[in-house]
T-cell receptor, first 113, second 113 residues
Framework: GNSVTQMEGPVTLSEEAFLTINCTYT??????LFWYVQYPGEGLQLLLK?????DKGSNKGFEATYRKETTSFHLEKGSVQVSDSAVYFC????????????FGDGTTLTVKP | NAGVTQTPKFQVLKTGQSMTLQCAQD?????MSWYRQDPGMGLRLIHY???????DQGEVPNGYNVSRSTTEDFPLRLLSAAPSQTSVYFC????????????FGPGTRLTVT
């Protein structure tokens, strides 16, 4: 079956530090890849996505590139802010069934001033 | 647009009681899904639907029933609650197609004593 593995957290950084959260996946075919963010007490919301190999998704200073050769979709941001503190989820949707998305376990990011 | 709405926000049940978690969306999305979120385990798919009258099981369907009589509504039923069903439940919807992101409701926090 499909699976998504995220780097274990929690991650604590100082403001303006560089962020990387690793995500690798296992899937047959050509899935779409997503990063979602969850703020305390809320549901998940889309951060960025990429739908084919070598695509780069970007939003609010965050970026991730769909690497088919390494089956990875690592999330990066050059300079984090306190407001980026949240839980980040990597997810895939298979091309065979758009109803059966698979999520990683989530990585909690805390940014200190 | 209200997006995806869920009720109730909080619920406490005794073991053996039944209840229905409500979910509605006003975006005319074909797909709707139910997930549970447990600490350190990410989101796990319970059931999903690809349209009115069509539902299928996800990763953890036991103890839960669903039906979808309209495009807008996708209730989740717990027939006989167990402490293992203590969790936060999220409903999500998305358009047809693997490239489309999911839109999440705010969640229902359920405690079974």
């Amino acid at each position: 079956g499909n699976s998504v593995t995220q780097m274990e957290g929690p991650v604590t950084l100082s403001e303006e530090a560089f962020l990387t959260i690793n995500c690798t996946y296992t899937a047959t075919g050509y899935p779409s890849l997503f990063w979602y963010v969850q703020y305390p007490g809320e549901g998940l919301q889309l951060l960025l996505k990429a739908t084919k190999a070598d695509d780069k998704g970007s939003n609010k200073g965050f970026e991730a590139t769909y690497r088919k050769e390494t089956t990875s979709f690592h999330l990066e941001k050059g300079s984090v802010q306190v407001s980026d503190s949240a839980v980040y989820f990597c997810a895939l949707t298979p091309n065979t069934n758009a109803g059966k998305s698979t999520f990683g376990d989530g990585t909690t990011l805390t940014v200190k001033p | 647009n209200a997006g995806v709405t869920q009720t109730p926000k909080f619920q406490v049940l005794k073991t053996g009681q039944s209840m229905t978690l409500q979910c509605a969306q006003d975006m005319n999305h074909e797909y709707m899904s139910w997930y549970r979120q447990d600490p350190g385990m990410g989101l796990r798919l319970i059931h999903y639907s690809v349209g009115a009258g069509i539902t299928d099981q996800g990763e953890v369907p036991n103890g839960y029933n669903v039906s979808r009589s309209t495009t807008e509504d996708f209730p989740l039923r717990l027939l006989s609650a167990a402490p293992s069903q203590t969790s936060v439940y999220f409903c999500a919807s998305n358009l047809l197609g693997r490239e489309n992101e999911q839109y999440f409701g705010p969640g229902t926090r359920l405690t079974v004593t």
